[in-house]
């Protein structure tokens, strides 16, 4: 018993899934992980040639580098550094996250509990 409430406890920790996703309003209705990683990098402003604005989670902006671009925070200080002009995306938490999806159909982004968009991508 005390083993199933350790592991449920992990789980709830940070081991859920990040899921990507953007405005209803949009028009895009998948997207390839390596679109994502050059849009959350700044190579590029668009997917599909449908322009997007990536927003980084606050609550979940580490593990999302973590675990789908491959970054350390370390690394992505040094890659913003190195490129200039690139600006990493606005931070805001998930509730603001929800306001600027619903006014602006080129919002993208992360949450580990739901935004109030479509599902584009999941991260295990």
Do not use: C, H
């Not at 592991?7 to 990040?18: R, Y």
């Not at 899921?19 to 959350?40: F, G, P, R, W």
């Not at 990098?41 to 990536?54: E, F």
């Amino acid at each position: 018993m005390r083993v199933l409430l350790f592991l449920s406890l992990l789980l709830s920790l940070g081991f859920s899934d990040i899921t990507i996703m953007i405005s209803k309003e949009n028009k895009l209705v998948s997207v390839k992980k390596s679109e994502i990683i050059d849009l959350y990098l700044k190579k590029t402003d668009n997917i599909q040639g449908v322009k997007v604005i990536p927003i980084d989670n606050k609550n979940s902006y580490k593990e999302f580098y973590r675990k789908f671009i491959k970054k350390t925070p370390k690394q992505l200080r040094a890659y913003w550094i190195k490129s200039n002009k690139k600006r990493p995306p606005k931070r805001l938490s998930t509730a603001e996250i929800n306001k600027e999806m619903k006014k602006n159909a080129k919002i993208i982004s992360y949450a580990k509990n739901s935004l109030s968009g479509k599902v584009l991508f999941r991260i295990d």
